[in-house]
C-alpha cells in the first residue's frame, strides 16, 4: 500500500472549496491506515495484504473527491441511486473505483451494472443472473463478492455457509462477471478475541471456497469495519469497509 505522506501538499493542490473538507478529514484517513498496518504487523502480514474501502454512504461528493485526493481509490456506497448520482459527480476524478456494498433488490440491479465496478453483496442466484445479464457489453466484467451469513443471524441477509459453493460455482458460470471472493457483516461481538473467532468462520469458508473453485481471481474477503477492522486483519480479511473513521460519525 503506498499512500501519500506529504498531505499538506496535495491539500495545497486542491481548489478552495475542499480546503475545510481536507482539513477535517486528513487525519482520519491516516489514522485509519495506521491502525492498518499495525494490525498487518501485529498479525505478521504485508501491510500491502489489506486494501481500504472507505465508505462514503450519506456523504456528499465533495467528502469523497477530498479523500480520493490524499490517495484514496476505492469508495463503497450502500445505497444505488446516491452511489450512482457520486459516480456521475466524479466522473471527471480518474481512477475511482466504486463497490456496492449494500442489499440489491431486484429492480436496482441494472443500475449497480451499469454505473458499479464492484458488487460485495450477492445472496442468490437470481441477482448475479441479473447483473450478467445487464452489465453492459463494452464494460470490464464485474467484480462480485458473495455476502455470507456466517453468524446465522435470521434477519440477515447472506448464503448459508452451506450453500455457498453452490452458489459460488453458478456465478462463476454466468458472463460478465467475475467472482471475486465473499462478503460478511457479523453481528457486533464484545471482546478482541471474540472478534476474531467469529471473523475465522468467514475465513476458513473462504479457504475451502478457493480450494474447492480453484480460480486465481478468487481473493477478496470482504470483512471488519471501523470498529473491528484489527480483529478482521488477524483473522485474514483483505479488504476491510470503514466509514465512520474515515468521514465521521453520521
Not at 450519506?58 to 457520486?86: C, H, I, M, S, W
Not at 457489453?137 to 446465522?152: I, R, S
Amino acid at each position: 500500500m503506498a499512500w501519500p505522506i506529504h498531505v499538506s501538499m496535495v491539500m495545497r493542490s486542491l481548489p478552495d472549496r475542499y480546503s475545510p473538507i481536507m482539513n477535517s478529514l486528513s487525519s482520519s484517513w491516516q489514522h485509519v491506515h495506521d491502525r492498518i498496518v499495525a494490525a498487518c504487523q501485529a498479525s505478521g502480514r504485508p501491510i500491502d495484504s489489506v486494501q481500504l474501502l472507505a465508505v462514503s454512504k450519506t456523504f456528499p461528493a465533495d467528502a469523497v473527491a477530498a479523500v480520493a485526493a490524499l490517495g484514496q481509490r476505492d469508495f463503497g456506497e450502500n445505497y444505488v441511486q446516491e452511489g450512482v448520482d457520486k459516480i456521475a459527480a466524479l466522473k471527471s476524478v480518474a481512477g475511482l473505483v466504486w463497490h456496492c456494498i449494500g442489499p440489491l433488490q431486484s429492480n436496482k440491479t441494472r443500475q449497480v451494472a451499469e454505473h458499479f465496478d464492484w458488487v460485495h453483496s450477492v445472496d442468490r442466484l437470481k441477482i448475479a443472473q441479473r447483473l450478467s445479464e445487464q452489465r453492459p457489453a463494452h464494460l470490464p466484467p464485474l467484480q462480485v463478492c458473495l455476502q455470507v451469513n456466517t453468524d446465522g443471524g435470521p434477519t440477515k441477509a447472506g448464503v448459508a455457509p452451506a450453500d455457498a459453493l453452490a452458489l459460488a460455482q453458478a456465478v462463476v458460470a454466468l458472463p460478465r462477471l467475475q467472482l471475486r471472493g465473499l462478503m460478511t457483516i457479523p453481528d457486533p461481538v464484545a471482546g478482541f478475541d471474540a472478534q476474531v473467532a467469529l471473523h475465522a468462520q468467514a475465513k476458513r469458508l473462504f479457504d475451502e471456497l478457493q480450494t474447492a473453485l480453484a480460480l486465481p481471481h478468487f481473493d477478496t474477503l470482504s470483512m471488519g469495519m471501523s470498529a473491528d477492522l484489527e480483529a478482521a486483519v488477524q483473522a485474514g480479511s483483505t479488504m476491510v469497509r470503514v466509514g465512520t473513521a474515515v468521514f465521521g460519525a453520521r
